[in-house]
């Protein structure tokens, strides 16, 4: 028998229920996933009975109750475990801006987002600024307003001071556009703050699962380039070296590959989608995983991905990582994590 669990990218349920189109919805607007019906919470087959009227009743939904409709982005298939029968909904990241359960229409309780494994209410701001960009727009960390006002920016003038570059504190924010045009702070400015609302998890598991947290640290709510440099720091410290001395001469070996690691960190903070949720670094007991959202680019395909073609979502935000130099816009990155020689 598989085995099942839910995950930011799987969902169970032991039976067809209503809220089937929430979930539906949450997926399109994150990174799409899997519904299994027939299983669960606890990872159990239960099967399903009314194969018939279930997938009529899915159908309706699809075409009936969400919008935009999302048939192009939702495969329906029957799959068979211990002689009962499952169904599966594999969805699609949604290629539209933003999808709604029509009985909702674009408001918080229509407009939801899959965070881990639960499904979150998009606040109005969000549903505004996807409603805007429609994914094309490279530009909507300026357009999102900042979730507070009294930001302030001494740590980017430092560090860009360090670079040989000379800012006055009259013309930051013109200089780095850090206010939408309704003159508010914007997202792009809350990122940069010395102080945000925007944390950065560092969670170790006891296990190869999340059953049992061991450490979480919080290096948020500061300045992303602070906040960089202290995950860098932590990552270093966490690299240790394992001397094999059984053997001669002696054999050294690092538990990863520190710049694979690095430039999928560098990676995760500059083409996360920020409307979505921060990043996440998760350790494991035999592997580290780092989370970044909203998939590809729009218009990016998955081979150019892995050939290293650099297409920035956040073009703004790359450019002050390429000014502190810890970018090179080069697309070598995500080469260099392929073909790092530790496991991946």
Known sequence: MIQYIESEKVELKAKYTDTICKEIVAFLNANGGRIIIGVDDNGNVIGVDKIDETLKR?????????EPNPQEEIRTELKFDSG????????????????????YGFSSNGCVIRIGTTCKEMTTEQIRVRYEKNFYDEEYMIKKRASRTDLSFRELKIYYSEKGFHVEDSSIEANFNLRNKDGEYNLLAELLADKNNIPFIFVRFSGVDKASISERNDYGYG?????YEKIKARLSAENICISDTTIRPRKDRYLFDYDAVNEAILNALVHNDWTITEPQISVFSDRMEILSHGGLPNGMAIEDFYEGISHPRNSTLMRIFLNMGLTEHTGHGVPTIINSNFPH
């Open 58 to 66: 899915i159908s309706d939904i699809i075409t009936m109750q969400i």
């Open 84 to 103: 009962k029968t499952l169904i599966v909904l594999s969805i699609s990241k949604g290629t539209r801006n933003i999808y709604c359960q029509k009985k």
């Open 223 to 227: 300045c992303i380039l602070s906040v």
